[in-house]
């Protein structure tokens, strides 16, 4: 079973920030927050990840709260073709199951003109 | 360009035919996956492989079986043995688990068993 906690849908207006959040209360101390996304019909596609700190790289930013039992991923400004469902997967960085991503059934974020 | 490939985008069997997807990578990419997702749904694990010549059950691997006889090839067989075969089945691959273990997905294979 996956062990996020997320919304089952988002809206938001094309051109402001989307604000996508996880629950991830039972995280390990080893264990990394992952984010990704599938645009419909496609296969998933990663955007970032995490462990403490937070993280920006060209598509967001994810913010890890300081006991780590949730996060944020910001899409600074979404545009129409953000619309996906976004994944959101704790895992640790282990060769062998224990380190296989488990997909819950994420968020649909829809962006709006 | 490097990358994942997956083929054929769309595929239809009749009940009770084993059908074999293709799934090849040119990433130089230890490790291989296989998800099946269903419509609403999460990916759900099958199979995966971490080296040539070695490959586990994930989830539900039942009624379905792989091979890794290369490192670039990773076939999944959908048996009769599996009693909804019907779904999007998805590819990955990825260097060797680590902390950044990116996985790169094909765009899928949609299997309609009639």
């Known amino acids: 079973d996956a062990k996020t906690t997320q919304p089952p849908s988002m809206d938001c207006a094309e051109g402001r920030a989307a604000n996508l959040p996880c629950n991830h209360s039972?995280?390990?101390?080893?264990?990394?927050v992952y984010w990704y996304r599938q645009i419909h019909s496609q296969g998933p596609q990663y955007i970032i990840h995490?462990?403490?700190n937070n993280e920006t790289n060209e598509m967001a930013s994810l913010i890890i709260t300081e006991d780590r039992k949730s996060s944020t991923l910001i899409l600074p400004h979404a545009t129409l073709r953000d619309t996906a469902v976004y994944y959101c997967?704790?895992?640790?960085?282990?060769?062998?199951?224990?380190?296989?991503?488990?997909f819950g059934k994420g968020t649909k974020l829809s962006v709006k003109p | 360009d490097g990358g994942i490939t997956q083929s054929p985008k769309y595929l239809f069997r009749k009940e009770g035919q084993n059908v074999t997807l293709s799934c090849e990578q040119n990433?130089?990419?230890?490790?291989m996956y296989w998800y099946r997702q269903d419509p609403g749904q999460g990916l759900r694990l099958i199979y995966y492989?971490?080296?040539?010549?070695?490959?586990q059950k994930g989830d539900i691997a039942e009624g379905y079986s792989v091979s890794r006889e290369k490192k670039e090839s990773f076939p999944l067989t959908v048996t009769s043995a599996q009693k909804n075969p019907t779904a999007f089945y998805l590819c990955?691959?990825?260097?060797?688990?680590?902390?950044?273990?990116?996985?790169?997905f094909g765009p899928g294979t949609r299997l309609t068993v009639l």
């Open positions: 997967i704790v895992r640790v960085a282990l060769a062998g199951s224990q380190g296989n991503l488990i």
């Open positions: 990433l130089n990419h230890d490790a």
């Open positions: 990955a691959s990825s260097t060797q688990q680590g902390e950044n273990n990116e996985q790169f």
């Open positions: 039972t995280i390990s101390g080893n264990e990394y």
């Open positions: 995490g462990l403490k």
């Open positions: 492989s971490q080296i040539v010549n070695d490959f």
